[in-house]
């Protein structure tokens, strides 16, 4: 998990993680696992929400953790601006995404865009299994993006690219919530 991450995340610049989900109680989850890591999950700037209360539904969160909600598998381009909204948050140094039973390859084309256009590192935490993946996983996969079976899998691959950065950056890497 750790060679994963460190050859295909970019530049981890301090600990402030946004985490993303389809599924609320994972969010939760790697939340907590997070927390325990000596990872901060920061509130989200005032404009970062504005732009997700747009797309997500009222009974989700726009607050970190961000809880999409299953809806939002099927609407791949809001999640692409939500994605890009939170990758220009500066409260932000990378992103934890949950995804689980996404099939739709311009899912993975929306998340794969905005991952290219920002220096941060997006980690994704695959939960449904290759079976019922499809198209979506596949594409994922073929761009080089880090994908990782479960939420300790995925702090444990993030816990990495902190140790790495934090090393090879010195006092310029943010460590604010550190432990």
């Given at each position: ?85 939170v990758l220009d948050d500066p409260a932000i140094d990378a992103v934890a995404f ?82």
């Open positions: 998990d750790a060679g994963l991450a460190l050859a295909s995340a970019g530049p981890l610049r301090g600990n402030r993680v946004a985490i993303l989900s389809v599924a609320g109680g994972l969010a939760v989850e790697l939340s907590d696992l997070l927390g325990e890591a000596g990872f901060a999950i920061p509130p989200l700037a005032a404009a970062t929400r504005r732009v997700l209360g747009q797309h997500v539904p009222g009974y989700g969160t726009i607050a970190n953790p961000v809880d999409f909600t299953g809806m939002m598998i099927t609407r791949p381009a809001a999640v692409g601006e939500c994605l890009a909204a949950v995804l689980t039973a996404v099939g739709d390859p311009e899912f993975a084309r929306q998340v794969h865009a905005r991952m290219s256009a920002s220096p941060r590192p997006v980690l994704i935490c695959w939960t449904a299994g290759q079976a019922v993946a499809g198209a979506a996983l596949e594409s994922f996969i073929r761009h080089g993006i880090p994908i990782f079976e479960s939420p300790p899998r995925l702090v444990s691959a993030l816990g990495a690219l902190r140790d790495y950065w934090g090393f090879r950056l010195g006092p310029e890497f943010r460590a604010e919530g550190a432990r």
